[in-house]
């Protein structure tokens, strides 16, 4: 591991309200003195947004790091690479860097990727964990996740094979973006599941929306939802 | 809903290290008189005391709720209510109440059944999300659960059928109590499992133990522990 220089924290903001952010990742991002965020295609910065409401970063340098919703592969790890050089010139100098990330950084998190990048560089690097969306949706739909007797089943996005998903025995969580919740809300109807499946999009943000159950959902979302699909017996609870 | 008294507060306190609780969830400690908090039978409370190392707590009245290690959902159910029911002489005594739970409060939370009790009977609650252990495992072995690729599938201790789990793709979480370890060590061993899949006990305590492989492990093994199974090409890319 290279000595001498900063280290890289790859640090979870939790999905949205600051009120979520713990204590750790306050400190972290209080004693670095740069932070690294990324930024979408319009501009926006939603987890340094986050950040900003519970730390003071007027004295920091910030970063931003443009990441595209490229599908491949290959169009990602180029991005990550990209963006793990310029955080890498920066610890070179001797300062250490915060990268911000919705939610946590085990579950689909960029600052991850970014993360290996550099740890195969031989950086040191640490990793912050961070409150989940769908332990956030969970708490803001009131319900549990689980019981002993059931497992738990979670879907980023992109994971194919939603019928199989749907099979499995246990509360499903479907992590989805925008665009593809009519999709995902037209199979469920199918299979006679709308009516128990529940939704929250944009958990945490003042653009947040609760649907208690997926049917007659509006055109527009929200930018992430996260969809409840419990298992039989919790739907019959839930009536 | 009833008026005029007590909220009740499930309070998810991570799993151990108190720099892993929200700002949110300090505020409620803080701002709530009386603070519930599950007592094992050798009298040790450990979800309080992770509260007590982020939030003055003394001069809070502590409400310790027992609960065994009970297998069976009667059983289990009768100590929800009983606890409940002490909880409800407070609430309508107009004073609120913060129950602490390790982890979060949606996966295997003693604070959810407690909370689901009090609602039925009118209660006003609420949900106050933690850190998971499994997040937290990840991020101290430094390793991500899932990929855009691939789901992530959580198995709580008392969930059956080992073998079904394992054959499902992504990344799988065992949450295992400690005497429970070797059974699930020798599985993964049977199926050629045991040096990819990793393990950490009483994360984020100063009893913390990482085991970067399911081999050769010692007979105590922490109180809790929790294993990350990674899918084929996971285990590749860590080795």
Redesign the interface.
């Known amino acids: 591991m290279k000595t001498g220089i900063g280290m890289f924290y790859a640090v979870?903001v939790?999905p949205g309200?600051?009120?979520?952010?713990?204590?750790?990742a306050?400190?972290v991002l209080g004693f670095c003195p740069v932070i690294a965020a990324p930024r979408s295609a319009s501009g926006e910065m939603p987890a340094l947004e986050v950040a900003r409401g519970?730390v003071d970063l007027s004295r920091k340098s910030i970063v931003p790091l443009k990441f595209t919703a490229a599908r491949a592969?290959s169009a990602?790890n180029a991005e990550y690479v990209r963006a793990a050089s310029s955080i890498a010139r920066v610890l070179d100098a001797g300062l250490s860097v915060a990268m911000v990330n919705l939610g946590?950084?085990?579950?689909?998190?960029t600052a991850?990727?970014v993360?290996?990048v550099l740890?195969r560089r031989g950086y040191a690097?640490?990793?912050?964990?961070?409150?989940?969306s769908?332990?956030?949706v969970?708490?803001a739909l009131?319900?549990?996740?689980?019981?002993?007797?059931?497992?738990?089943?979670?879907?980023?996005?992109?994971?194919?094979n939603l019928d199989m998903?749907l099979e499995?025995s246990?509360t499903k969580v479907l992590m989805k973006s925008g665009k593809a919740i009519g999709e995902t809300a037209a199979a469920l109807s199918c299979r006679g599941l709308a009516k128990e499946a529940s939704m929250v999009a944009d958990c945490g943000l003042p653009s947040q929306r609760i649907f208690s159950e997926m049917t007659d959902l509006p055109e527009n979302v929200g930018v992430s939802s996260t969809v409840i699909v419990p298992e039989g017996h919790r739907a019959a609870r839930k009536k």
């Open positions: 979870g939790g309200d600051p009120a979520w952010m713990t204590r750790q306050c400190d519970a592969r990602r946590d950084v085990s579950i689909c998190a991850y990727d993360l290996d740890r690097t640490q990793m912050i964990p961070g409150i989940t769908f332990c956030a969970a708490a009131g319900t549990s996740l689980t019981d002993r007797d059931s497992p738990l089943h979670i879907y980023p996005d992109e994971t194919g998903a499995l246990g």
